[in-house]
T-cell receptor, first 114, second 114 residues
Framework: GAGVSQSPSNKVTEKGKDVELRCDPISGHTALYWYRQSLGQGLEFLIYFQGNSAPDKSGLPSDRFSAERTGGSVSTLTIQRTQQEDSAVYLC????????????FGPGTRLLVL | DQQVKQNSPSLSVQEGRISILNCDYTNSMFDYFLWYKKYPAEGPTFLISISSIKDKNEDGRFTVFLNKSAKHLSLHIVPSQPGDSAVYFCAARSVRNSNYQLIWGAGTKLIIKP
């Protein structure tokens, strides 16, 4: 596809369950970002991948959160033992290379933890 | 500590008039600023940006003004159109942040009245 895609678009889960969120960046984009947007808040940075370099995990809120990027393309964000405060829209963005400020966003995954 | 602040959660403007969206920041190391627009159920899309070496950047109906001494930027939309109704996010990049992480405001919901 031409843009960043994310799946699922919506996810409802029970507290304590694990969830996996997927992001397909724009082909050829080496930089990939995960953000979280809680209700009424701005975008909160979670993690950043650049090529084959070690990811910047400085934004992950707890060790229940982890992310992988396989083959420099698709990324998966995993939340273990979900809590109600994890409910948010999880957004993925990619950019052509590190330092290119314009990030292209996917539509997001709306996560609701009951 | 909110480094990028959008103090107006919402703004209502008559169609055809000027919309002015404001953003304040606290970090003097920010060197690049961006505005993104977000429709419901979609990811943010890039709108316009400005480097800290400039005080104005114009693109069609959209103009961004930067006042470095006041640590303030604004987005002007003239004339406002119904399709401009969306949430607008201000974002800033720190020159010291090697991962080019963007710091985001909480957004302002713009409503254009017919």
């Amino acid at each position: 596809g031409a843009g960043v895609s994310q799946s699922p678009s919506n996810k409802v889960t029970e507290k304590g369950k694990d969830v996996e969120l997927r992001c397909d960046p724009i082909s050829g984009h080496t930089a990939l970002y995960w953000y979280r947007q809680s209700l009424g808040q701005g975008l909160e940075f979670l993690i950043y991948f650049q090529g084959n370099s070690a990811p910047d995990k400085s934004g992950l809120p707890s060790d229940r959160f982890s992310a992988e990027r396989t083959g420099g393309s698709v990324s998966t964000l995993t939340i273990q033992r979900t809590q109600q405060e994890d409910s948010a829209v999880y957004l993925c963005a990619s950019s052509l290379r590190q330092g290119q400020e314009t990030q292209y966003f996917g539509p997001g995954t709306r996560l609701l933890v009951l | 500590d909110q480094q990028v602040k959008q103090n107006s959660p919402s703004l209502s403007v008559q169609e055809g008039r000027i919309s002015i969206l404001n953003c304040d920041y606290t970090n003097s190391m920010f060197d690049y600023f961006l505005w993104y627009k977000k429709y419901p159920a979609e990811g943010p899309t890039f709108l316009i940006s400005i480097s800290s070496i400039k005080d104005k950047n114009e693109d069609g109906r959209f103009t961004v003004f930067l006042n470095k001494s006041a640590k303030h930027l604004s987005l002007h939309i003239v004339p406002s159109q119904p399709g401009d109704s969306a949430v607008y996010f201000c974002a800033a990049r720190s020159v010291r942040n090697s991962n080019y992480q963007l710091i985001w405001g909480a957004g302002t919901k713009l409503i254009i009245k017919p």
